[in-house]
């Protein structure tokens, strides 16, 4: 009776995130640009939220935003630190949009309106819960402080499902089949339990 994901297993519909598209609407600045979300993690025992990082990862981004002449919008999650959220504003300044606070309608929307998305390492359940977009998905990686194989493994089925790239890769627009295994699971289950 064991059942294998190849994501881990989540709370997020497709309904809600079509639902909330227009939440961040009031937030985002009005003009041309295609929009870019980071979604942000925190720290573990694996993976450090220093300045030196955070600062790697949104120079390689930066890079990526000005070639496009894309919008950046910034979702911290409960784990982010106060102090990353700050030096996302001061990095990025008033023509990006971050948002400062944990705010689920703000995911939502970002994960809806969004045309590629940038998710931190640290984070499994966030980088399945944007591969339920089908979108272009970029991981932004951090040095580990240990042995991080579990996290390794995983990003290498995503990727081998054609579903992520690492932030700093040479870009292009791809696609992948939407990865919902919540639902397929509960089917699963439900025939188990009717059968």
Not at 20 to 33: C, V
Not at 115 to 137: F, H, Q, R, W, Y
Request: proline content about 3%.
């Amino acid at each position: 009776n064991v059942i294998s994901t190849k994501g881990a297993i989540h709370y997020l519909t497709d309904e809600e995130i079509i639902k909330n598209k227009d939440y961040l609407s009031s937030f985002i600045k009005k003009d041309h640009r295609k929009i870019c979300s980071l979604i942000l993690g925190g720290p573990t025992k694996y993976y450090d939220y220093s300045s030196e990082n955070m600062k790697n990862i949104f120079s390689i981004l930066n890079n990526l935003l000005k070639k496009n002449d894309l919008q950046l919008v910034v979702i911290p999650s409960m784990r982010t630190p106060k102090n990353s959220i700050d030096y996302a504003k001061k990095y990025f300044g008033e023509n990006h949009t971050i948002i400062d606070n944990v705010d689920k309608k703000a995911y939502l929307s970002a994960l809806s309106i969004s045309n590629s998305i940038v998710v931190t390492c640290d984070s499994s359940s966030m980088i399945s819960e944007a591969a339920l977009t089908g979108k272009p998905i970029y991981v932004a990686n951090i040095l580990p402080r240990k042995n991080d194989k579990r996290f390794q493994e995983f990003r290498n089925l995503f990727r081998e499902l054609n579903i992520i790239r690492n932030l700093g890769e040479e870009e292009e627009n791809w696609s992948y089949q939407k990865l919902d295994e919540t639902n397929r699971v509960a089917n699963i289950i439900k025939q188990k339990i009717n059968s």
